[in-house]
């Protein structure tokens, strides 16, 4: 018998251990080289892990373990025969029992069970989708290669999930039952564990860190949006003519973030040990909220990048993200943060620095409120914008500064275009 041992490998110099998420081949499974076999969870992203060999899988470990580098993971035996209507063959030193001829009837029972429970197969990141929206991978019809279901049909079955109807849990009253039974059901105290995910985990840590490690502050102001909403709904549909893209607020926050980061390097900058780093370039993170927790993946060199470049980079980096595809190489990096409150309602807030990093802006709702202007009170859309930093390296005087610049580009955005 010759086996192979499939042991974590190693996925990058800052991690050192990984959690098996989900296996995609089950126990005794017939596998071939090259084909993924399991994800593995990391601090960043969910990698999925490729057989090394083609045989029959034995699983060593079990979803939810975490694993260290080099741990093993399952084994392969390359020593099997190639499988049977999808079934691995037994080892050819076994000897085959002589078995009974079926009678019709237990042919009919077989085949009506194996038409209820038929064996699907879905792409890693459609089995992700589905798995995280609850919906059963046998329900979705598969338009890939041999019925695979892809990750387009997953998110349509997502889109086209029905949604169950909220009702009152009853519980049937009988002879038996007593009163004291009906109302321990209403009043239910029922608590259950749930173990965090690596990446939570990550996130619980970096939070923790930011607030014990740094000495940060928050300072806020105001946005008059009318500028940028004026902006865009003159020139929004020779955009998207152009571009095949909408222009959103992300794109010109982001860029007026970068003109005043370059103006001001300090704000663009981190501490590492007694040193300052600055930056001759602006890598922005953007806040994507996942079913898993909240990524910051970059766009690089906003500074040197067109509207609609940086609105197709924001919309691939959150397709990404959602589907859990997103490389270590795209997690890593960032000169400065911007995170958006203001989709899930949020009034006001004050957002956690992202490590190594000094500075993140908070962007929130917007709503109409009445400001004076010219010595009248007029309605106007204005957003409240928050901007904590580490004092260690951006003094008072600097954050605010920056973010009246910020106000002040964004308020006028034909700035923006002019460079001014």
């Keep these: 018998m010759s086996m192979i041992e499939m042991k974590v490998p190693t996925i990058g110099e800052s991690i050192t251990e990984v959690t098996l998420s989900q296996w995609l081949k089950k126990d005794g499974a017939w596998v071939n080289l090259d084909e993924p076999i399991c994800e593995f969870e990391s601090d960043k992203a969910t990698l999925e892990f490729p057989a090394e060999g083609t045989g029959v899988l034995h699983h060593v470990a079990k979803e939810g373990d975490d694993l260290a580098i080099g741990v093993l993971v399952a084994t392969i035996d390359t020593s099997a025969t190639p499988p049977d209507n999808g079934q691995p063959a037994k080892p050819q030193t076994q000897t085959t029992e002589a078995k009974p001829e079926p009678t019709k009837t237990t042919v009919v029972q077989k085949t009506i069970v194996e038409k209820a429970t038929p064996s699907v197969i879905a792409s890693p990141a459609a089995a992700k989708i589905l798995r995280e929206a609850d919906v059963t991978p046998a329900s979705v019809e598969g338009s890939g290669k041999g019925g695979r279901v892809t990750k387009e049909d997953a998110k349509q079955a997502v889109l086209n999930k029905p949604t169950a109807p909220i009702s009152t849990p009853k519980t049937p009253v009988t002879e038996n039952t007593t009163v004291d039974a009906v109302a321990q059901a209403l009043f239910s105290r029922n608590e259950h564990r749930k173990k965090m995910s690596r990446m939570r985990r990550t996130i619980a840590r970096r939070l923790v860190s930011a607030k014990n490690e740094t000495a940060m502050l928050t300072t806020f102001n105001e946005l008059d949006m009318t500028g940028i909403m004026?902006?865009?709904?003159?020139?929004?549909?020779?955009?998207?003519?152009?571009?095949?893209?909408?222009?959103?607020?992300?794109?010109?926050?982001?860029?007026?973030?970068?003109?005043?980061?370059?103006?001001?390097?300090?704000?663009?900058?981190?501490?590492?040990?007694?040193?300052?780093?600055?930056?001759?370039?602006?890598?922005?993170?953007?806040?994507?909220?996942?079913?898993?927790?909240?990524?910051?993946?970059?766009?690089?060199?906003?500074?040197?990048?067109?509207?609609?470049?940086?609105?197709?980079?924001?919309?691939?980096?959150?397709?990404?993200?959602?589907?859990?595809t997103l490389g270590l190489e795209e997690m890593q990096g960032g000169t400065f943060t911007i995170t958006n409150g203001g989709i899930f309602g949020s009034l006001l807030s004050t957002p956690i620095i992202n490590e190594p990093q000094s500075a993140i802006l908070g962007m929130h709702a917007i709503k109409d409120r009445p400001v004076a202007i010219g010595g009248q009170v007029v309605i106007r859309p204005m957003m409240y914008l928050a901007l904590s930093y580490d004092h260690r390296v951006i003094d008072?005087?600097?954050?605010?500064?920056?973010?009246?610049?910020?106000?002040?580009?964004?308020?006028?955005?034909?700035?923006?275009l002019l460079g001014v």
């Design 396 to 416: 008072g005087s600097s954050s605010v500064t920056f973010l009246v610049k910020v106000k002040e580009a964004l308020e006028d955005p034909l700035r923006l």
């Design 230 to 324: 004026d902006l865009r709904t003159k020139y929004q549909d020779q955009f998207v003519a152009k571009y095949g893209i909408k222009l959103g607020f992300m794109s010109l926050f982001a860029k007026a973030c970068a003109k005043v980061l370059l103006e001001m390097p300090e704000v663009n900058a981190y501490v590492d040990g007694e040193d300052f780093v600055y930056h001759d370039y602006v890598d922005i993170s953007i806040a994507i909220s996942t079913p898993n927790g909240l990524v910051v993946p970059p766009v690089r060199n906003i500074e040197s990048l067109g509207f609609h470049e940086i609105e197709f980079k924001i919309k691939e980096l959150a397709e990404k993200a959602r589907a859990g």
